[in-house]
């Protein structure tokens, strides 16, 4: 499936203070009976995107890509509900196409333990044995945003995927202040990447990296071993 635009940056809501925990909010797996909300929150990342919605047929045919999504085991779709209902969803892909770039930097300083270039690598996955989950399409309810919904959906996500895989990635426009903001706020590693071959963002977009699970801790090992390494190397000077 392709990627889509993150959040709908239309209408954006005010920034809003870091959300507090939500302890009525709850995240379920989607079941058949949630396409077609997938298909709504799908359509308002896509207004967000293009500025336009779908037509009759698009929404029919992202009606029946959802549906073989929700019996596909490389596809997932969580719902992020409260005491009255759905808020927002989540979808991803377990195999999804490696993100090729041209060119990247990073964009600003990394709250990981690392830099860029490892950041596109893990992105573009050079490493077989590091499983990586993409997120495709993150969209909380118009009448729910600037809430930090989509902040408590990431980070929920994340814990249920910590046992699962080792990186989580995420394309975005460089826009898309909501989208950016969650990367900054869920600790991603935000990468200013240029690729003529990805559409709807004129070549230009911010890929999201972050290290989960035993990987982060394998990084943050091997990086204290390192400066211990080099705090020998001084003491023996």
Known sequence: MASTELIPTKHESPIVPEPESNDSLHMRHATPTDLELLVDYYEQAAIGSTGTGFD????????????????????????????????????????SP??????????????????????????????????RVHVTSLAVDEDKRGMGLGIQ??????????????????????????????AEKCGFTLIDVKDDTMKGYDGEYLVAVKVIGELADRLHQQKEDNLRELLKDVEGL
């Open 56 to 95: 009759a047929k698009e929404r029919e045919e992202t009606r029946v890509a959802f549906g073989y999504m929700l019996d596909d085991e490389n596809y997932g779709a969580e719902v992020l509900e409260d005491e009255d209902g759905p808020v927002a969803a989540i979808l991803f892909e377990y195999n």
């Open 98 to 131: 490696a993100i090729k770039v041209d060119g990247f930097e990073a964009l600003g300083e990394s709250p990981q333990e690392i830099d860029a270039q490892t950041a596109i690598d893990l992105a573009c996955d050079l490493d077989p044995d590091i499983k």
């Open 153 to 182: 959906l990431m980070e929920k996500f994340e814990q249920e995927q910590a046992g699962k895989t080792d990186v989580i990635t995420f394309q975005t426009g460089k826009d898309n202040k909501a989208m950016i903001r969650l």
